[in-house]
Antibody, heavy 120, light 113 residues
Framework: QVQLVESGGGVVQPGRSLRLSCAAS????????MHWVRQAPGKGLEWVAG????????HYADSVKGRFTISRDNSKNTLYLQMNSLRDDDTAVYYC?????????????WGQGTLVTVSS | DIVMTQSPDSLAVSLGERATINCKSS????????????LTWYQQKPGQPPKLILY???TRESGVPDRFSGSGSGTDFTLTITTLQAEDVAIYYC?????????FGQGTRLEIK
């Protein structure tokens, strides 16, 4: 079955960097668009970034543009989110998520999430 | 960016009754070339990731009970849960995937009255 397992979260100081990973299994990873979505504690969902199946198209939320980079390694079935210049308001659970192969950039599967805490 | 606004923010409904949640987009999410509304609904229970309920505004995801239905077009959409069950207690989010950034509504908390 489809599995998305995030890792790399933790506590980091403001201004520092962190890289999240998402290991995908149970489907043909290289055929699917992927996303990162975050949720601050007690808050709603915020779409962060998306990447096409082959990595050629990338999109970002305005709040992370220029600081975060989404990428993928289809040979390793892994999605990444490089987060630089982290701020307090980047504190959130970060979910890795998949778009369906049939079209449309909605999300049909979600990982369990990894918590990133930005604090001095 | 397209702004998604849900109403109400919270809702209490008796078991067996109907729950209705609204979602309004700041611009149309209807793509004229295929006549599809790029609007989805998710359900999130405490401590869990969101779960897809409906896509293309009204297409039910596999395995989702038929008491969940979606309607609307253009800028105004509705999620309806008929015959509310205890397991439907959750926060519900709409999201547009018409254009990036793919914005979410603020969420509607559904409780049992």
């Amino acid at each position: 079955q489809v599995q998305l397992v995030e890792s790399g979260g933790g506590v980091v100081q403001p201004g520092r960097s962190l890289r999240l990973s998402c290991a995908a299994s149970g489907f043909s990873f290289s055929s699917y668009g992927m996303h990162w979505v975050r949720q601050a504690p007690g808050k709603g969902l915020e779409w962060v970034a998306g990447i096409s199946y082959d990595g050629t198209n990338k999109h970002y939320a305005d709040s992370v543009k220029g600081r975060f980079t989404i990428s993928r390694d289809n040979s390793k079935n892994t999605l990444y989110l490089q987060m630089n210049s982290l701020r307090d308001d980047d504190t959130a659970v970060y979910y890795c998520a998949r778009s369906p192969i049939t079209g449309g950039n909605y999300i049909d599967y979600w990982g369990q999430g990894t918590l990133v805490t930005v604090s001095s | 960016d397209i702004v998604m606004t849900q109403s109400p923010d919270s809702l209490a409904v008796s078991l067996g009754e109907r729950a209705t949640i609204n979602c309004k987009s700041s611009q149309s999410v209807l793509y004229s070339s295929n006549n599809k509304n790029y609007l989805t609904w998710y359900q999130q229970k405490p401590g869990q990731p969101p779960k897809l309920i409906l896509y293309w505004a009204s297409t039910r995801e596999s395995g989702v009970p038929d008491r969940f239905s979606g309607s609307g077009s253009g800028t105004d959409f509705t999620l309806t849960i008929t015959t509310l069950q205890a397991e439907d207690v959750a926060i519900y989010y709409c999201q547009q995937y018409f254009s990036s950034p793919y914005t979410f509504g603020q969420g509607t908390r559904l409780e049992i009255k």
